[in-house]
């Protein structure tokens, strides 16, 4: 058995210098983790509560000082496995983030507020080497969130995701190929999300190939790559922001495509 703890403490002081007002908020937060070991098997289970003061960007909008810390309790399970050719993890987690800080994007300026959140999530990775060096890959992982106290969606949650692959790595000559899929997203809050991004309705699934390939001598390593392959018009459901200046307001308004097919090259040398 292995077991694992930790907590920390933090203060932050405000100051509106504009308003003439401050603030002092104060964090504490910690964890508790235990692993079971059975040979090649890892069993663990881990439990924490962590509290957030609200950021700069979040404390700009609207509500400024008056935003309440967000304060997450936090569930994890998961098995790790590895032998020989073949390794898998799983895992998951269950958190409830009471006074999770949103930002609605709806009103003539972008305010902020407290909220109640609940999110679930799973992932799930396997890698098996079917011949020397070379490896097939999955990954998978999807999270559902909901704003409780509204009984909605929660915003800017990504949806299910998939990762499959198949891997040449000898540690000279390199090649990849993968295939990235992505479920719509049919859960969103139109309007709503956090200072990196928010919502614009739901997003299409899509899926896109990827190639690369990359040999290294000596101190010398070159990577060539296109994505894209088939030249998918596609967007994820995650958004972004521009940069928000205080004296211009600024969030990007409309979903944002990714780059059609590309290739690139790249060369590392170590002295």
């Known amino acids: 058995m292995g077991y694992f703890a930790g907590i920390r403490g933090d203060r932050v002081d405000m100051i509106a210098h504009k308003l003439d007002t401050s603030n002092t908020k104060y964090a504490l937060s910690g964890f508790g983790r235990a692993e079971k070991y059975f040979g090649d098997y890892t069993l663990y289970a881990g439990l924490g509560y962590a509290q957030r003061i609200p950021d700069f960007w979040e404390v700009s909008k609207g509500n400024g000082l008056n935003l309440k810390k967000e304060k997450n309790t ?97 540690n000279k000559y390199f090649i990849k190929g993968e295939i990235i899929v992505h479920a719509k997203q049919t859960r969103s809050l139109e309007g709503y999300g956090n200072v990196v ?41 995650l958004s972004k922001n521009s940069i928000d200046l205080s004296v211009a307001d600024n969030p990007v308004s409309s979903r944002i495509y990714e780059m059609g097919r590309n290739f690139w090259i790249r060369a590392k040398i170590d002295f």
């Open 74 to 170: 936090q569930l994890d399970l998961g098995a790790t496995y590895h032998k020989e050719n073949l390794s898998f993890s799983v895992s998951s987690y269950v958190s409830y983030i009471q006074d999770y800080i949103m930002l609605n994007y709806n009103t003539a300026t972008t305010t902020s507020f407290n909220t109640d959140a609940l999110l679930l999530g799973r992932e799930a990775e396997i890698s098996y080497e079917f011949l020397p060096n070379t490896f097939a890959l999955a990954q998978m992982s999807y999270t559902y969130g909901q704003d409780t106290k509204e009984n909605r969606p929660l915003a800017q949650i990504a949806p299910l995701q998939t990762l499959f692959a198949l891997k040449y790595d000898d």
């Open 197 to 237: 991004g928010q919502d614009f309705g739901d997003s299409s699934g899509f899926g896109i190939i990827n190639f690369y390939v990359g040999y290294a001598y000596d101190n010398i390593k070159l990577f060539a790559g296109v994505e894209n392959l088939t030249d998918k018009l596609y967007s994820y459901h």
